[in-house]
Structure formats: C-alpha cells, structure tokens
C-alpha cells in the first residue's frame, strides 16, 4: 500500500482490474427551468408550462449534457422525467412550498446526495421563504478515481435589504460547507446565485476568495478580469459576454486536475416550436478537461455513514520528496477504531472516529 492511497474520509483501497482512463472530458449545465405554478408565475415564458418541461427535458436528453443542475424544478418536473432520458436523476422534494426546486440528472452516478435548507431568507420581495430554498451536494463519480463534489444551489431573490443579508448569508453557507465537506476535493458550484459581481454586498467572490475556485466565465470570456459594471443578456442571449445571475465555478485538486474549456448560453438551444423562450434565464453550459495527478490516485469511498469527514489529502500533496510508508497503525477490539500511517520522514495521519464496523 502506498501512503498515497490513503487519502480520504473512509480508507481507500486499491484499485485493481483494467487500466482507467487518466484523462477525459465532460460538460455541465445549469438551468432555471421556470417550474412555478403557472396561476403563481408565468416567469414572463409563454406557452403552457407541462408542454414547455416536456421540451426541456427533450433537449436534455438530445444534447446529453453530463451533469444538469435545475433550479425551480417545481411543480411540472413529472414532464421533465417524462421526456428527460438521464440514467441517474435525483427524486423531486416537492412543489412550490413543499420542495426546494433543486434537481440534478447525470450521465454518472453519485453518492452522498443531500438537501440542506439556507440558514437565512427574506420575504423582502419574492417571497423566498415560502418554500425552503438551499443548496444540494453529492459526491459525482466521473470516472474511475475521479471524484468531483458537485453543488447545486437557488439563493434568495432580489434587491431589497432583507434579500441583500440573505443571500450574502446563503453565499457564506455554501462556501463554509465546501471548507468543510469538501476540504481537499475537486469542486463544482452552479446554480441560480440570484447575483451579479457588481452586487457587491452579495459577495460571489467567496467562492474564489474562500474556496479557491474558478468562475469560467470570467476566465474564459471576460479574460480573467471580475466585471464592475453591469452588462444585462437579453434572452436569448446573442453573446456570452453579458451576465447573468446563474453562475459556475469550479476548482481541481491534488488528485484531479480540471480546466474550464468552453463556456456558452445555450438560450438559442432551448426554444419552443414556435421560437418563444423554454425559461426566463440564459442556461450555461460550460466544458471541462480532467486529468488525474502523476502522484496520487484515489480509490471509490467505502465505510459507515458516522464520522466527519477528513483528508489528509492537503497535508501529503504539500510535501516535497517521498511519501514512503514506514508504519501503517491499527486500533480497536470488536470494532475498528483508528488506521494510522507513518511516513518515513516521521509524518504521522491518524484517522479517528472511524464508523464503528466490525472487524473482520
Ligand atoms: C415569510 O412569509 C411567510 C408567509 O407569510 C411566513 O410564513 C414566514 O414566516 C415569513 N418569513 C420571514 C422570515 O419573514
Ligand atoms: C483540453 O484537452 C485537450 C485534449 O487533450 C487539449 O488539446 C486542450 O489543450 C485542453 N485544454 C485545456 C484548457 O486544458
Ligand atoms: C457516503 O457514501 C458512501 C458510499 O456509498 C457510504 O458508505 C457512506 O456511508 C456515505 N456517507 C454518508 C455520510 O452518508
């Protein structure tokens, strides 16, 4: 066993059989898709709202986009599954009211999928709090040994002072739960931000700041420079110069390498029949290149659902020179209870709090 494989929450173990790819690419796409209850909102879309999710999820599954988050998936997702043929889909949490509006389809699948509420919310203008709003995470699985967190997430709407506070809070509550959760982990964020980097107050910058990622857009289309002036997309949008409030960032990490190659509005992509618009927002595709590290491989997860997550993942990839192993440390009687390592330059990882699993 090298110390290289011991990286993540639970143990890893070694990978055996075929050799993986250690190179690929995939593409994501957000996408509000307007599914408020048509007498609550029209969301300025014409037509009739079952047959427009119909078509929506038609073109998911034309256009095959790897990992679609969706915003206001509310009360006409049944449609959207209907014509939507993604081999992995998340359950609905339930209508305007009752659920977050917040799905994922993919052609990989996942594990660790969870639902958590905002902290704060404002009735200020929009109504926010009437159904409980938040973020998703799940652990995707693009590929052998490639493990990407993947965020979705919806903050609060508008410009009035209780929505300014919430969704700064929102923003924050992401970003701490990427320190936590995702400590060492390539990362994706997209979703509906409700922000624009000229909303200064929001700060969207946390996610590089504070998460260390990347927003494609600035990257690749605006030239690495963060805008301080507002430029609006119309709909569809003609350009990928202008903003919008739905955002992408992205970050790698010492085991996968990714690189943000393309970023598009797909608006023109996404019409009715008739030419009309599908949503009142410019979905976002965005490509992406990943390569595994020369010096570390990762090993699918495995373990109990106890514990809190760790990684020693940040520690090993900051030293230079061998990560030989000189001692691998067991604890425990009926139950195992700590793995340690010790490298040969005297570095000692220990787990604690493993899942209580009983020795075999
Ligand atoms: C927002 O409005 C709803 C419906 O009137 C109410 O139930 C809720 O308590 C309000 N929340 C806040 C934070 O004002
Ligand atoms: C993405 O991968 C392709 C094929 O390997 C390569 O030609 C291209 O330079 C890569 N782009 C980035 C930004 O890494
Ligand atoms: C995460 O998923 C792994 C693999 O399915 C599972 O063993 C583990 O219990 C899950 N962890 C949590 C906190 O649910």
Redesign the pocket.
Same mark, same amino acid.
């Given at each position: 066993m090298r110390a290289s494989q011991i990286i993540s &929450?639970?143990l890893a173990t070694t990978t055996t059989g075929v050799l993986a790819a250690t190179s690929g690419t995939f593409d994501v796409l957000t996408i509000n898709v307007a599914g408020l209850p048509a007498i609550f909102n029209s969301n300025d879309v014409p037509g009739d709202k079952a047959t427009n999710a119909r078509t929506i999820g038609a073109y998911f599954s034309e256009y095959g986009y790897d990992i679609i988050n969706m915003q206001e998936d509310f009360n006409y997702h049944a449609y959207i599954y209907e014509t939507d043929a993604h081999p992995f889909r998340t359950p609905t949490s339930g209508g305007a009211a009752i659920g977050s509006g917040l799905n994922t389809v993919a052609n990989f699948d996942w594990? #660790?999928f969870s639902r958590t509420k905002w902290n704060t919310c404002s009735n200020d203008s929009g109504a926010d709090c009437l159904t409980p709003k938040g973020f998703t995470f799940m652990?995707v699985n693009v590929d052998d040994g490639v493990w990407v967190d993947v965020y979705n997430l919806h903050t609060d709407a508008g410009t009035a002072a209780g929505d300014l506070t919430a969704r700064n809070s929102n923003l924050q509550q992401v970003a701490d739960y990427i320190d936590t959760w995702s400590k060492g982990n390539a990362v994706l964020v997209f979703g509906d931000t409700n922000s624009r980097y000229t909303r200064t107050s929001d700060q969207i910058r946390v996610f590089s700041t504070q998460n260390g990622m990347t927003d494609p857009w600035v990257q690749l289309v605006r030239g690495g420079v963060v805008p301080t002036t507002e430029t609006i997309c119309a709909n569809p949008s003609t350009t990928n110069y202008c903003e919008t409030v739905d955002k992408v960032f992205y970050r790698g990490s010492p085991v996968v390498n990714l690189a943000a190659t393309e970023f598009s509005y797909e608006s023109s992509k996404f019409l009715q029949a008739d030419g009309n618009i599908l949503s009142d927002h410019n979905p976002i595709r965005v490509n992406f290149n990943w390569s595994l590290s020369n010096k570390f491989r990762q090993s #699918?997860?495995?373990?109990?659902?106890?514990g809190t997550w760790f990684t020693d993942l940040p520690t090993l990839s900051g030293k230079s020179g061998s990560l030989k192993t000189s001692k691998i440390t067991f604890r425990g009687g009926s139950r195992l209870d700590s793995v340690g390592l010790t490298l040969a330059d005297g570095t000692a990882l220990r787990t604690e709090e493993l &899942?209580a699993r009983p020795l075999l």
């Open positions: &929450a639970v594990i #660790n652990r #699918n997860y495995w373990g109990g659902p106890h &899942a």
